[in-house]
């Protein structure tokens, strides 16, 4: 009996262990793999990497690893959880949520207060059928239209002014 409780505990104490990813992750399979290298210099190859539905990362080398071994099986590993502590954000408040890309740091960012803000030091691009915003809109710089741009029913293109001095109406805008 004591050796099998011994056994139980033992499977129970290798389920979990936490590695380093030391290679670029492969995506050629259907669920993507990682070398990790556990503690005492084990080496686990072709370790799938599970994910949550609709969520997708690609963790770089030198990212941290939780791997479940099931039914304490070291032969039999799944990779649960990555993170990097190269390049987390930081200025994070206590209820705050953020999407960051590792390398260019870009993120969104759902603040505690009810805020979000997106960062990007590149281009950031929407595409949609539709954009609709109910709330006022403030731009610091340039806006740059291809197209109408319509205030109402008044639009830049087509908006014409009565000219009092003389019949007709003005040009098109310039």
């Known amino acids: 009996m004591t050796s099998s409780l011994q056994r139980l505990g033992r ?9 380093r990813q030391t290679a670029d992750t492969v995506e050629t399979a259907s669920t993507p793999t990682v070398q990790i290298a556990l503690a005492d210099g084990e080496i686990r190859s072709d370790v799938p990497v599970l994910q949550l539905a609709g969520f997708r990362s690609r963790s770089l080398p030198g990212s941290d690893i939780a791997v479940l071994f099931q039914g304490g099986d070291r032969t039999r590993a799944v990779a649960i959880a990555t993170g990097d502590q190269r390049s987390y954000p930081r200025d994070l408040q206590p209820g705050d949520v953020c999407l960051y890309h590792l390398v260019t740091g870009a993120r969104i960012w759902l603040k505690a207060d009810g805020s979000i803000t997106l960062s990007t030091a590149g281009k950031l691009t929407v595409s949609a059928q539709e954009a609709a915003f109910e709330c006022p809109i403030t731009c610091t710089s340039t806006i740059t239209a ?19 001095a003389a019949p007709g109406t003005s040009d098109a805008p310039e």
């Open 11 to 19: 499977r129970m104490a290798m389920a979990l262990g936490l590695g």
């Open 146 to 164: 291809q197209g109408d741009v319509k205030a109402g029913n008044i639009s830049l293109e087509q908006h014409r002014h009565n000219v009092p």
